[in-house]
């Protein structure tokens, strides 16, 4: 599998609660969460994302509540991966769960907004 996009950088310990905010919990829609993605640490995150770009973040990324609406949300968005230097176990988990693919990688920090990304899940490369 290969996933194509454009980084969408952010820093470290990114929770659950900016990622999708308490207040759209009570819906499981997941296109109406998919609107709220990122809403509270990057207004303009659902006007700028397209289908298959990559959220890049730092260390602990999924932090807090352990809510799957937060990955949800994400791949509803149209990401196609998540790539950080750590997940908090929990977004780890339920991020398989619900088929997002995430990848730890320990340079994401030298990746910048909006550089191309291409990773090729079964050759084990980026």
Avoid: W
């Amino acid at each position: 599998m290969k996933v194509n996009g454009k980084a969408i950088k952010y820093g470290d310990n990114i929770d659950t609660d900016v990622i999708i905010p308490a207040r759209y919990l009570n819906t499981s829609d997941h296109q109406e969460l998919a609107k709220h993605c990122m809403e509270d640490i990057d207004k303009d995150f659902i006007n700028k994302v397209e289908k298959g770009d990559i959220i890049v973040a730092g260390n602990n990324f999924g932090c807090g509540s352990s809510r799957e609406h937060a990955p949800v949300a994400i791949k509803a968005s149209g990401i196609s991966c998540v790539v950080a230097k750590s997940f908090a176990r929990i977004f780890y988990r339920n991020s398989i769960n619900i088929g997002l693919p995430i990848l730890e990688c320990e340079e994401a920090n030298k990746i910048d907004e909006n550089d191309k990304i291409e990773i090729d899940f079964s050759k084990r490369r980026n």
